[in-house]
């Protein structure tokens, strides 16, 4: 952490050696001396002090100095460092001004020039001064901040993207603290610019993509490699474990991820039915660790990056990013999971982002603190957002179309969900419209036999069923109706088989109607919905890899 600042201002270059030289020989083994020579210096510095969120301790300025007195200076300073101690130098004819800017500057003391011995007439002062600021001192944070509106869906979406990359920041809402305010016009910007990112090394920047971000943060964003033997295309439980295998079995690999590592599982509260957890963990946290583990052996990690078409050249597979980069691969495999379908009912699609959430949310609980929440959908996603949110809201509401959660979640959560006070289930219910300019303030329900009503609401989280993630597959790879894509004995039993099929052998288990080409995970056909599986099925996607390299 960076040592607190004490700043001190003169034009007449003498008295500032000397001034400087005296604060360094007693204060520089706890504080940064920093000296200007001029008060349309210093205004700057304290302006970019501010904008790097450095602390001040203390200002130290002169009142004789053209253009800008140091009265005018040590006001600045207490708009942008309310904290820190202000003290005028000057001469003692320049007492009456000195005592009158008590009140107009708010100083906390002046001192006459010569200050000479400094041990008896300037040290004493000081270290009182200094002591006083520590005492009331908070270290500013020291990492990233994010500025912004609490209800603005692009702020949202920077939240879930840092949190999801487990990227520590601080979220300062706008409207609620007023150091946001002050770092905001401290950096050049307005309110219509957010939000804005302050990284760690000082550098701001309004609205920014995720792309740019990313580079700025350290992720791999583009391919190293001319050519990788395999390329696994998401970076879900799946990808993962694909991409571990992959890297330790000695194959140059390469994973691409358009959003956040984890998938729909890396947005979970707890899993608490995964192998070797007893305790549970949290799907970011899985997510994290093999992460982690996957580039440690070896692989590429390139993100936040979209493939938006993927052909075949000679055999070899050619992938098309969203910035028209190109990758080329001997194998890829697809585990691009599947996304959450979208309600369509009125206020919805409106308020995306603004209290209404596809998924766990996870980064915007804190935000429902003592507030009603509700949530649709039965499944285990939707039974463990509900028992991470029970924590901070005041009610959670379960939504369902059923009688009953036993069909669709695990008997885990549900004798969890019924031992939590505070959730409550609404059997045979839809939510018809969600209300709100804003953002999201009450939810519309019907509960079958009812009539509509209207109910006060922080935020609504859907969990509604999902569809595959292939739409920009489906021309090259076969899929079933439902968008799943068809490998192996599936492969084998549609009536395009023969069509589409040109090998001499059958496809492998998890091979699609394209040599070379796996199809792993969630958005495979016949795939089971579990973490489990999508590992088992990565890590058996790297063995048939294998085996097509080597024919």
Same mark, same amino acid.
């Given at each position: 952490m960076k040592k607190p600042i004490i700043l001190t201002v003169d034009d007449d270059a003498q008295v500032l050696a000397a001034i400087t030289r005296d604060l360094r020989q007693e204060f520089r083994k706890d504080y940064r001396i920093l000296s200007v020579n001029s008060g349309p210096e210093a205004l700057t510095t304290?302006?970019?002090l501010r904008a790097r969120a450095e602390p001040l301790a203390l200002?130290?300025?002169?009142?004789?100095?053209?253009e800008v007195e140091g009265v005018e200076v040590l006001t600045r300073a207490r708009e942008l460092f309310p904290e820190a101690k202000r003290v005028l130098l000057t001469a003692y004819a320049d007492t009456t001004a000195a005592i009158k800017a008590i009140n107009s500057a708010q100083l906390d003391y002046y001192l006459l020039k010569p200050w000479d011995p400094p041990e008896q007439l300037l040290y004493p002062t000081l270290h009182d001064l200094l002591a006083s600021w520590q005492a009331s001192y908070q270290p500013a944070f020291a990492g990233l901040r994010l500025i912004g509106f609490q209800w603005s869906p692009l702020s949202h979406e920077l939240k879930d993207f840092l949190s999801g990359y487990m990227v520590g920041y601080q979220w300062l809402d706008f409207e609620q603290s007023a150091e946001a305010k002050v770092l905001l016009k401290a950096n050049g910007f307005e309110a219509e610019d957010l939000p804005v990112v302050i990284c760690p090394d000082g550098k701001a920047v309004a609205k920014p993509n995720k792309l740019d971000l990313a580079r700025h943060l350290g992720l791999l964003v583009d391919a190293k490699q001319e050519l990788y033997d395999v390329v696994v295309i998401g970076a879900g439980p799946a990808g993962l474990a694909a991409a571990v295998y992959g890297a330790s079995e000695g194959l140059k690999t390469l994973?691409?991820?358009?959003?956040?590592?984890?998938?729909?599982?890396?947005?979970s509260s707890r899993i608490e039915n995964y192998l070797g957890f007893p305790t549970g963990v949290s799907g970011a946290e899985l997510a994290h660790r093999a992460w982690t583990q996957a580039t440690r052996l070896g692989a590429e990690f390139m993100a936040p990056q979209e493939v938006k078409s993927l052909c075949v050249q000679d055999g070899y597979k050619v992938l098309t990013m969203s910035d028209d980069t190109e990758v080329k691969a001997r194998a890829v495999v697809l585990t691009t999971g599947v996304s959450y379908r979208i309600l369509n009912a009125p206020g919805l699609d409106r308020l995306s982002g603004a209290g209404v959430? $596809?998924?766990? &949310?996870?980064?915007?609980? #804190?935000?429902?603190?003592?507030?009603?929440?509700?949530?649709?959908?039965?499944g285990n996603s939707a039974g463990q957002a509900a028992m991470y949110l029970s924590t901070y809201a005041s009610r959670v509401f379960i939504v369902i179309r059923g009688e009953?959660?036993?069909?669709?979640?695990?008997?885990?959560?549900?004798?969890?969900?019924?031992?939590?006070?505070?959730?409550?289930i609404l059997p045979r219910t839809q939510v018809r419209e969600a209300c709100g300019e804003q953002a999201l303030d009450a939810v519309?329900?019907?509960?079958?036999?009812?009539?509509?009503?209207?109910?006060p609401a922080r935020a609504l989280f859907v969990f509604i069923g999902a569809k595959p993630s292939t739409e920009w597959i489906c021309q090259l790879a076969m899929c079933d109706p439902k968008g799943y894509l068809l490998t192996g004995r599936d492969l084998v039993a549609d009536?395009? $088989?023969?069509? &589409?099929?040109?090998?001499? #052998?059958?496809?492998?288990l998890l091979e699609t109607c394209v040599p070379g080409l796996f199809a792993a995970g969630d958005g495979r056909s016949g795939a089971m919905a579990r973490v489990a599986s999508a590992v088992g099925e990565g890590s058996m996607a790297i063995k048939f890899v294998h085996q097509y390299l080597d024919e």
């Open positions: 304290l302006t970019e200002v130290l300025a002169d009142q004789r100095m053209p994973i691409i991820e358009r959003q956040t590592p984890g998938g729909q599982a890396g947005s959430y $596809y998924g766990a &949310a996870r980064t915007e609980a #804190r935000s429902c603190s003592a507030q009603p929440v509700y949530i649709i959908g039965g009953s959660l036993a069909a669709s979640m695990s008997a885990y959560l549900i004798e969890q969900i019924s031992q939590t006070p505070n959730i409550e519309v329900i019907e509960q079958e036999g009812h009539q509509p009503e209207k109910r009536p395009r $088989y023969k069509t &589409a099929w040109k090998k001499d #052998r059958e496809p492998y």
